[in-house]
């Protein structure tokens, strides 16, 4: 289909597009890199009469070093994330997460921030920046205010981003040295996960000493695996010992009953999937 008809501003600053925003405020909507967005125009579920392009806003692209945490600007693409050092070297489980997303023209289109603000369950960003307890920035007409990734995700596609605000920085700290592994279940290739999971692990000697799970596609918002976060503490990064701590990765979950499976079906995954990560990310063999 083709989308109704719009207005379009493409802003140079991130003040002029919260001013067009303050301007046409609900018949208005942003766009990133428009994977979402342009799907959602094409069939007619929304028709806003303007359209707010970041595209041409060169300060929310990149990424920097800023101490105790990365800095990546919502605007960067997927595989400019992806492939950067810094991420690879102190944010592993982004990257390996980002190999898992969608297909190459995605990565090359789409945005780090515009997925996450577009805050799709099923995405398969939320998870990892949940489980390395990243913050997003947002800014308003008031300036800006840091979210934790733990209350930015607050229901199915709503975040804490208010209708006058536009998410500009996504903090990552760095976890320098983890293992990490981002396991994801699909019937075909470059599909929505029908559950993923995202785990980094640190480990001293044969003991795992921290470990971070997100789950992906296991509720209306992506989630922390605390439970089996806290059983993995101190364990040798053996099978069984994995296998046993994974056995807690559903508690709390309300995963979704679909055409990809029931919720029973997703429990038993999420179970499987998370030893399947953590022994990954801890070095080991998973079979």
Known sequence: MIPAAFEYVAPASVEEALAALAEHGDEAKIIAGGQSLLPVLRMRLNAPEWVIDLGRIESLRGVRDAGDHLAVGAMTTHHDVGK??????????????????????????GTFGGALAHADPAGDLGAPVLALDATMVVQGPGGTREVAAADFFVDLFETAI???????????????????????FV?????????????????DGDRIAEARVGLTNMGSTPLRATAVEEALVGQPATTDAVRQAATHAADGANPPTDLNGSAE???HLATVLTARAVLAAAGRDAT
């Open 187 to 203: 019937r075909i290739a470059h599909q929505w996960p029908i559950v993923a999971v995202a785990a980094a692990v640190r480990m």
């Open 84 to 109: 950067d050092a810094l991420v690879h070297e102190h944010a592993l489980l982004v990257s390996k997460a980002i190999s898992h997303l969608a297909d190459a023209q995605v990565r090359h289109r």
């Open 265 to 267: 079906y997703r429990n």
């Open 162 to 184: 208010s209708d006058d605000e536009i998410l500009v920085e996504v903090r990552v700290p760095k976890h320098t040295g983890w293992g990490a592994s981002y396991e994801k």
